[in-house]
């Protein structure tokens, strides 16, 4: 049996329930029991957390939440072991995570386990419901969830305004309720509720129309009538206003005793209309694949409770990725619940020559689908909007306007009856229609891969594709899940069945004969002439910056990276930017960072080669280079402050490296950029700027030691070794081969490791280097320890030590001593290795430098494990687990967990050792170390025996 950490027993492996709550005083709740989760401040830490859950915040914006602008000198420390005393609250379930990532800290639970959220998710349940019955139930608990103010016992700047926010919704749900509870009669049981919550907020209208309709149903209408002239005396007194015109027709008909306000069944009444009912839709698609969320998205949208409004879609997306088809196919799917008709227009927003359809024009369409007479229409252009807005008026219809331009050629075509829906697809996001009209936007990106290939299976059949594995993934690849590219070739596959698919294949896989492959001869079916349709819409300096972006490497660019790209402002290349991200020529997938297709790259790098002369795309790439060697040179001073720096001269003109502020924005531009970063080297290594090759592999250097991506480091080494030897460097030679050594031994090749750091001692001896002939032998002597030559290892530390200290470096002695330490700690020699450590550790801290300090933390924590302290084990490691998350430092983070698991498993704390180890297992397939994730497995599945 297992004691966890509310003294209660449970069987080992039985789930843990968690619960936490917001909707009141802030509580987290285990097994139905309450526990501990500190002081105020900590609790607002938690609920910090609990707002944003599986979303990592950054630290810097959870001491805002916390302290706001009281926030003490030494708030990051506290925010720390605030955090720590949280993991270890929650340590008991493995539900709920705390982590450090380098974009902030990450609570990683399922969003229904807080009430808040439960309370969000079934208030929506409820609003989509169709049964009344079920909205009700659905109400009343979302309500029965909160027990008192939220957030009770934090007043911060930060919780003020959010626990104002949820007493709104909180209010908006009861007067729903209360809204459904008399449409079925039961206006008794409310009767009680209405009094008290009208005495709290005697000015909310809303409330006096329920109260005063509850009480004329219960036969009081001289009551309800009494309620009435109250508020609007209080409104006359306390704000100078009369009572709003629903209320007053409300008065009035209670007055009246009119017997509409009475509950009665009614059949559906008869209704004829002289006017046609228009069938204008084109045919839909017969072979229609995927886009199943975007049509129950659509769906859901009209399933919810009506409104005064309209409902509107606009479906965005770039040319050919089937927002037409999918307007087509929602609107047959769903033709029922338009009885009175459909109208559609294609307003040619972007199609070959000629221009847009004006408003004008598509109202006199509808008109005549209408059935007005020609003699009928008035001259005036806005007389006949208002008549085609009456005709429309309280039908139940569907207006699909396809390929719209700009919400300037589509707003004079919107109804005015909240009984009709608007689809609306187009190539440019309509920003102004979602701000003004309230347009729902539905934004479609590429097929899935399942969807790609069932779209050529549907037309090619599957045999057609077993049969040639290879090309048809080559076909699926190179269309891009773009549907357009998908139809084209299946139609020119289907008409010439005698070719096999590999020749299709070889065309799209040659970049210069990619877009020839896609067209058909048709205008309309031809990617190429798509693409265009949309570019010919830009302006200049934006068709420039699309030409440019084409021809940078890595798969998305920053607005940093794009302004010294261009060599303009970042104010300027932003506005560029939006106007491409509008177009939906590029796409902003996530926020400040800007992605292409790549067929849109293939088109608009043609473009380019055409529009821009091969000096000015040379300059170009060169800024975009050096954008990315100073950035990162800059975000490595920052990461690692005791490493020797190097020369790298000055950036060209036009390029404007990106500032970075602290350790935190350097590791989190390093996370985003680091696919450019690797880019931006191999572009560097084509152009044979050698300087910049071995410049790059130097400044990702702590970075892909932090994270523990020595792939990437050995293979940007590899090219750096080349471009030195090329420049004839010795010094920079010895480098390369150093790192090298280095990045092979965490590879576990020592063959080849010893190989380069030999090289690398030779020549360092050879100028005499002291530096780097101290920086080999510390580099030999792991490799040899890891050969269990001990003596020999030790030796290598020993010169070193020995030569730091002939150059005064103290850091760099400290690291000798430190790395002798843990030598003789995995020798089992415990008293040596922790004078070393302990001497290391002074030293670490005396000269600032946090990654030798968790280093040497870590060994002492060792050291104290295997000498039976497994509490001075355990402090010793989270305070090294603490420091290597604030460095960033994943790779030693996943080594220091997986220890905290054996010292937890030493004190009989299985809960808080599989905790560790999860935590480790997670790190180190992120790292794809196979070796280390397996043996972690195999220590959590003898836990779960134990």
């Known amino acids: 049996m297992i004691v966890d950490a509310l003294g209660e027993r449970s069987r080992p492996g039985s789930r843990v329930a968690v619960e ?121 608990r979302a309500l029965a969830l909160w027990r008192g103010e939220p957030f009770t016992e934090l007043d911060t700047p930060w919780i003020r ?176 619940r338009f009885p009175d008709g459909q109208l559609y227009v294609d307003l040619r927003g972007f199609a070959p020559g000629g221009q847009p359809v004006s408003p004008a024009t598509a109202i006199r369409g509808f008109l005549d689908a209408l059935g007005v007479a020609p003699t009928a229409i008035p001259a005036d252009p806005d007389a006949q909007a208002a008549l085609y807005r009456s005709l429309v008026a309280g039908k139940r219809m569907l207006v699909l306007l396809d390929n719209a331009a700009t919400t300037g050629q589509v707003a004079p075509l919107l109804p005015g009856s909240s009984t009709c829906t608007v689809l609306i697809t187009s190539r440019d996001k309509l920003t102004g229609l979602v701000a003004t009209q309230g347009a729902r936007p539905v934004l479609l990106d590429v097929l899935s891969p399942a969807e790609a290939r069932d779209v050529l299976t549907r037309h090619l059949g599957a045999d057609r594709l077993t049969a040639e594995p290879e090309a048809a993934r080559d076909l699926l690849r190179y269309c891009g899940g773009l549907p357009l590219a998908l139809g084209i070739v299946a139609a020119r596959v289907v008409t010439h069945p005698g070719l096999p698919l590999s020749g299709f294949a070889e065309e799209l896989r040659d970049h210069s004969t990619r877009l020839d492959a896609l067209d058909t001869g048709e205008a309309d079916l031809n990617v190429r002439a ?48 939006r106007e491409l991200d509008s177009a939906h020529l590029i796409q902003q997938h996530v926020r400040g960072r800007y992605r292409m297709h790549d067929l849109i790259r293939v088109h608009a790098s043609e473009q380019a080669h055409r529009s821009l002369s091969p000096d000015t795309r040379t300059a170009a790439l060169r800024r975009l280079v050096d954008f990315y060697l100073h950035t990162a040179y800059a975000g490595d001073r920052l990461l690692q402050q005791h490493r020797e720096p190097i020369e790298i001269g000055v950036p060209v003109a036009g390029c404007r490296p990106e500032p970075l502020q602290d350790q935190a924005a350097a590791l989190s531009w390093f996370d985003a950029e680091h696919a450019g970063l690797l880019a931006a080297h191999r572009l560097a290594a084509d152009q044979h700027r050698h300087a910049a090759v071995w410049r790059l592999a130097w400044a990702l250097r702590t970075f892909h030691r932090r994270r523990g991506r020595w792939h990437e480091d050995l293979a940007m080494w590899q090219a750096g070794l080349a471009a030195v030897e090329s420049l004839g460097d010795v010094a920079v030679q010895i480098q390369a081969h150093r790192f090298l050594g280095n990045t092979w031994s965490e590879l576990g090749r020592h063959p080849e490791a010893r190989h380069h750091l030999r090289h690398a001692l030779s020549l360092s001896e050879r100028t005499g280097d002291t530096a780097a002939q101290a920086h080999v032998h510390m580099a030999l002597g792991w490799v040899e320890k890891a050969d269990r030559a001990d003596q020999r290892a030790v030796d290598h530390l020993t010169r070193a030590s020995g030569l730091y200290r002939t150059l005064g470096n103290p850091v760099w002695e400290a690291d000798a001593l430190s790395t002798v330490g843990w030598f003789h700690a995995e020798s089992g020699q415990y008293e040596k290795a922790r004078a070393h450590c302990e001497a290391a550790l002074r030293s670490y801290r005396r000269h600032a430098d946090p990654e030798g300090e968790a280093d040497t933390l870590n060994s002492l924590g060792y050291i104290a494990h295997h000498t039976g302290r497994h509490a001075e084990a355990l402090d010793h490691y989270e305070r090294a687990r603490a420091l290597f998350q604030d460095l960033g430092h994943a790779y030693n983070e996943a080594d220091t967990l997986d220890r905290i698991g054996h010292t937890q498993a030493a004190l009989e704390r299985p809960g808080q050792a599989r905790h560790a180890w999860g935590q480790a297992l997670d790190l180190y397939r992120a790292q794809r170390r196979v070796t280390d994730a397996e043996r972690v497995q195999t220590q959590l599945a003898a836990l779960d025996g134990r």
């Open 161 to 336: 305004p959010l626990r104002a926010e949820l007493e709104t919704e909180r209010i908006g749900a009861e007067l729903d309720l209360g809204d459904l509870l008399l449409s079925r009669g039961r206006h008794d049981e409310l009767l009680a509720a209405l009094h008290t919550r009208s005495a709290g907020r005697p000015l909310d209208e809303r409330l006096a129309g329920q109260l005063m309709l509850a009480l004329y149903r219960g036969g009081r209408q001289g009551e309800a009538l009494d309620r009435y002239q109250s508020i609007r005396d209080r409104l006359a007194e306390e704000l100078g206003a009369d009572p709003s015109p629903p209320l007053q027709r409300l008065h009035q008909r209670i007055l009246a005793a009119d017997p509409a306000l009475e509950l009665r069944v009614r059949g559906p009444e008869a209704r004829s209309s002289p006017m046609p009912m228009p069938r204008q839709l084109p045919a839909p698609p017969q072979l229609f694949t995927g886009r199943a969320r975007e049509l129950r998205d659509l769906t859901a949208a009209m399933q919810g409770p009506s409104g005064t409004s309209m409902v509107t879609f606009a479906i965005e997306g770039t040319a050919g990725i089937g927002k037409t088809w999918l307007a087509l196919r929602w609107a047959h799917q769903q033709a029922g």
């Open 530 to 577: 798509v693409f265009s349709w949309s570019r010919h819409g830009l302006d200049a300096a934006a068709a420039d910056l699309l030409g440019l972006l084409s021809l940078a490497p890595g798969p998305d660019i920053s607005l940093m990276a794009a302004a010294s790209l261009a060599g303009s402002p970042p104010a300027r290349t932003g506005m560029a930017l």
């Open 20 to 140: 936490f709550r917001l909707l009141g005083s802030i509580e987290a709740h285990v097994n139905g029991r309450a526990i501990d989760v500190g002081p105020a401040r900590q609790r607002c830490v938690l609920a910090a957390l609990l707002m944003d859950p599986n979303q990592p915040i950054p630290a810097d914006q959870l001491v805002e939440r916390v302290w706001a602008d009281r926030a003490p000198r030494q708030a990051r420390g506290t925010l720390r072991t605030y955090l720590t005393r949280l993991r270890h609250a929650l340590a008991v379930t493995d539900e709920v995570r705390i982590a450090r990532q380098a974009s902030g800290y990450l609570l990683t639970l399922d969003p229904g386990l807080v009430d808040l959220h439960h309370f969000h998710e079934l208030i929506a349940g409820a609003r989509s419901a169709e049964d009344p019955a079920s909205a009700i139930d659905l109400f009343s």
